[in-house]
Structure formats: structure tokens, C-alpha cells
């Protein structure tokens, strides 16, 4: 059973080192190596481009975001100027993309974002943006060949369509026997808890908003 502070990122006792320096819990980390296997033959170069990720990186990408320090996106991945928005507005902007510290996936040791560097053009940066992996794009060979088999260990894409909160992120991969159990574990009130000694920008408005936001940016995920 997931603690807590493993559900916000709070400790890392719950993952083992993956590759690369990733990391993952046991099972998922057993279970992704076993999918790199099935496409390495098939020709695939499947690497991680993140996985495990502590409170305090997620903070650091927030409050970036929120105080102009970090890049802020619009719904069509066209840069926004942050310190023009309103706090609501703000808010909502980073949640299209990022989580709140403490509600991340990627705290779980379940979720891990995929690519392929053997795709990647000579010359360019990983975007981790829809356009790389949608048809057209340089890793669609990799989303098509996912698609038809990440089922078979255990994976799914919780954010494979829009669904109105958080963006399409067709490199997001979780691994379900542990992602569904701390889906339904974490609740607002342990988020707002792990906040405690911490400066989450935004705060003020967002604590009250917990709920909505939970139903719309956290639970709102597919299934399949």
C-alpha cells in the first residue's frame, strides 16, 4: 500500500534505479524493461525521457511556470506570458501541462514518459510535444507500434485524448496494476497536507478549487 509521502513525491523508498538514471517501483520497472525487450525486436530504441519524479522537482517546475521563470504554453503549445494572467488564469495554463506539486503521476514510480532517440532528427531536442508523435510526426512509428502492444505489460496512456484538462501526451505511459492504486488513494486533502511547509505559488486560490481541480485535471485520465 502507498503511503502519503510516497504519493506526493515525498520519498523515493518505493523506487529502484530503471536505467539511465530513471527510476520506477520494482514492478513497473520489470514490467517497461520487458516491453524495451519486445521492441527492441521489432526495432524500436525504446528509452525513457522521464520517470520517477520527486515534490520538489515538480515545485520547481511550477512555481517556474507561475513567476515567468519557466516556459508557459497555451492549448495549441504556443507560448504564453504568464505574469499578463490573472492567478486563475495562470493556474489553469499549468495545469494543461504540468501538475500541481504533490499530484504528478510521475510521484508513483508508475508513470514514464517514452521516445525513441534513433527517431529523433539529427539537430533536434526532444519537445516531448503532441505534433513528435502523432501522424506526420518522427516518433509515430513508435506511438502506432505502443498502441498495439504496451497493453500486453501492463501499460496504458492516461492522457490519450483531450478530455478538456490535462493536454494529449501520447509519450505518457502507465503501468496499471500500480497507477489505478494510487489514483484512487490520493485525495485533496492528503495534496494540501504535503504543502504544508512548502511555498506552492498560487495557493491561495487554488486550496479552495482543490476538489474541481482534482476532478478535472487528476481523475479526468483514460482508462484504456
Request: charge should be negative.
Amino acid at each position: 500500500m502507498m503511503t502519503p509521502d510516497m504519493l506526493t513525491g515525498q520519498t523515493d523508498r518505493h523506487v529502484i534505479l530503471l536505467s539511465e538514471g530513471h527510476r520506477l517501483q520494482s514492478e513497473a520497472a520489470a514490467a517497461f524493461n520487458g516491453l524495451r525487450q519486445a521492441g527492441r525486436l521489432q526495432g524500436f530504441n525504446l528509452r525513457p525521457a522521464s520517470s520517477f519524479r520527486d515534490f520538489d522537482r515538480q515545485l520547481a517546475i511550477w512555481n517556474g511556470k507561475f513567476h515567468g521563470r519557466r516556459p508557459l504554453l497555451d492549448k495549441e503549445s504556443r507560448p504564453l506570458d504568464s505574469q499578463s494572467l490573472s492567478v486563475p488564469e495562470r493556474c489553469e495554463a499549468i495545469l494543461r501541462w504540468s501538475a500541481l506539486p504533490g499530484t504528478s503521476r510521475h510521484h508513483w514510480g508508475s508513470d514514464v514518459d517514452v521516445y525513441d532517440p534513433d527517431l529523433l532528427p539529427a539537430g533536434r531536442a526532444l519537445q516531448l510535444t503532441p505534433a513528435e508523435y502523432q501522424p506526420g510526426g518522427y516518433f509515430a512509428p513508435l506511438t502506432e507500434w505502443l498502441t498495439e502492444h504496451m497493453a500486453d505489460y501492463g501499460f496504458y496512456r492516461p492522457y490519450a485524448r483531450d478530455r478538456g484538462g490535462v493536454a494529449i501526451e501520447p509519450w505518457h505511459l502507465s503501468y496499471r496494476p500500480l497507477a489505478c492504486q494510487a489514483e484512487c488513494l490520493l485525495t485533496p486533502d492528503i495534496v494540501s497536507a504535503s504543502w504544508k511547509e512548502y511555498e506552492v505559488a498560487g495557493s491561495t486560490w487554488i486550496i479552495p478549487q482543490l476538489p474541481a481541480i482534482f476532478r478535472r485535471y487528476i481523475g479526468n485520465v483514460d482508462k484504456e
